[in-house]
């Protein structure tokens, strides 16, 4: 594969069976510069028929691919590693150019998507099982693990190929088949990658990939086909609510991934340089897009106005503009109405009485750019305090006892991870437990890791990804008893 991004080299048809096809009724769509405007692919807009003979390629290659090796499927999953590692370039450039971000960042998603691909590499041949012994002596029991069999996997755009690599890698591991569909505002990267696991010698039939502008038709298809037996999916909640719906018609396994509302908490001890960096990287990744990035900043009375202040001088000096430009800090948020989206959430909060620190603007000229924001003061009626912002707003309210935060940092319907800052073990231990989270960061902006389970409770979703647990989404147990 070439190791520079070049347009004309992109794949942009749908990938079934093992052979790359236009849509069945040759339809496309365009796919967006979000820094530019500019229109850079046209990509296959399949449709019910293309996701039909897709899921039914899925289910005739899962018997074959159920019986194959562990170490077959974990030296694919290695090769496949091996290749993402050796395009990183070309992948950061096309991921830059179809969704924004800076290539620094672009590159680090790289790093982590193909971590998955090697940390599920080392899962494959670990797949266990127990053996035990009936309550009365007159029985073995034996329990094995297999594949749960042909798998639904829908990504979003913020993160193209780390989301694809976080799904696509533990179904190959344990032995499923899979239908995929990329988000139709970046499917370009998760082409390329399609194109990578074909090349590492995936067989045909085990991965098909479907782009569409209507996903609802395409992945309506699947859960109804009864070839289908397990969906992971990752996104809004209200999305992932239907699709629940939809898998309850045929009792399929549901791995969900939902919106977040992260509290990030700053005690009266913390250390407030270490909280600015955290706040940083647990803000700004991605451009806030995000669903890990925190969303509320609760920080103690007591040091509310350094930390804003320290922090907005920080926010004010990144560098906004394309991700493909060296020196580049923060990206174009993805599309216009995420950029109106944001826009509202400050005029909301400023016209309640919140104090804008810095940004708050958009810049002149092409793209959908908004420039890193912060606010303090925030009440809590303001629309942000109950909304995933997916944005460079940083919005601070203070506090004054660690059971008002908790009692403030719990009053959400989403619960995906929380952050706190402070230099007391026992607080530290006390907001890890109390906290109504998935994933806690404690003095760190940073969660997630290929080595741990990512995943949240309440209505943030169902199911773990990655670490040791991330394999079992995707095998079923299977008892049988042998009499002595």
């Not at 293309?50 to 005739?60: S, T």
Request: proline fraction near 5%; charge should be negative; aromatic fraction near 8%.
């Amino acid at each position: 594969m070439n190791t520079s991004f070049d347009p004309n080299s992109l794949h942009t048809n749908l990938f079934i069976d093992g052979t790359w096809q236009q849509a069945a009724d040759g339809a496309t769509f365009a796919v967006e510069n979000p820094a530019t405007n500019e229109v850079i692919a046209h990509v296959a807009d399949g449709g019910p028929d293309d996701a039909a003979r897709a899921i039914e390629a899925a289910g005739r290659a899962q018997a074959a691919w159920g019986r194959s090796t562990p170490r077959q499927r974990a030296d694919i999953l290695r090769r496949a590693f091996e290749m993402v590692i050796a395009n990183t370039e070309r992948l950061a450039a096309i991921m830059t150019a179809e969704m924004g971000k800076p290539l620094a960042e672009a590159r680090g998603e790289v790093a982590y998507g193909a971590e998955m691909l090697r940390w599920f590499s080392e899962e494959a041949v670990r797949i266990g099982g127990d053996s035990t012994v009936s309550v009365d002596g007159t029985t073995r029991i034996q329990i094995t693990k297999e594949p749960v069999g042909p798998s639904v996997l829908v990504t979003p755009w913020n993160f193209p190929l780390a989301m694809g690599a976080r799904k696509i890698a533990p179904a190959v591991a344990a032995g499923c088949t899979m239908v995929f569909k990329p988000a139709e505002l970046t499917p370009l990267t998760s082409l390329a990658l399609v194109a990578i696991f074909k090349e590492a010698g995936l067989p045909d039939g085990v991965l098909n990939v479907v782009t569409t502008s209507s996903a609802s038709s395409v992945v309506r298809t699947w859960t109804d086909s009864g070839i289908a037996r397990k969906i992971s999916f990752t996104g809004s909640t209200e999305v992932g609510k239907v699709l629940l719906r939809q898998a309850a018609d045929n009792v399929m396994r549901s791995s969900m991934e939902l919106g977040g509302n992260a509290p990030f908490i700053v005690l009266a001890d913390a250390d407030i340089e270490k909280a600015v960096d955290g706040a940083m990287k647990a803000k700004m990744r991605n451009m806030g897009e995000a669903c890990t990035a925190a969303n509320r900043f609760f920080v103690h009375r007591s040091v509310v106005e350094e930390f804003g202040e320290k922090f907005a001088k920080k926010m004010s000096e990144l560098q906004v503009g394309n991700g493909a430009v060296a020196g580049t800090d923060v990206g174009p948020l993805i599309e216009q109405k995420g950029l109106d989206k944001v826009e509202s959430l400050v005029a909301d909060a400023t016209a309640k009485g919140a104090r804008l620190l810095t940004g708050g603007t958009r810049p002149e000229g092409p793209g959908y750019f908004f420039t890193p924001t912060v606010l303090i003061d925030v009440p809590r009626d303001a629309a942000l305090m109950s909304t995933e912002i997916f944005g460079p707003v940083a919005a601070i309210t203070p506090f004054d006892s660690e059971d008002e935060v908790l009692r403030l940092a719990n009053d959400t319907e989403w619960g995906l991870v929380g952050y706190v800052f402070t230099e007391s073990l026992e607080k530290a231990t006390r907001f890890s437990a109390e906290l109504e989270v998935g994933m806690v960061g404690v003095n760190t902006g940073i969660v997630s890791n290929p080595a741990a389970p990512f995943g949240g409770v309440k209505q943030s979703g169902l199911g773990r990804e990655g670490g040791k647990v991330g394999i079992d989404e995707f095998l079923e147990y299977k008892y049988t008893a042998i009499a002595f």
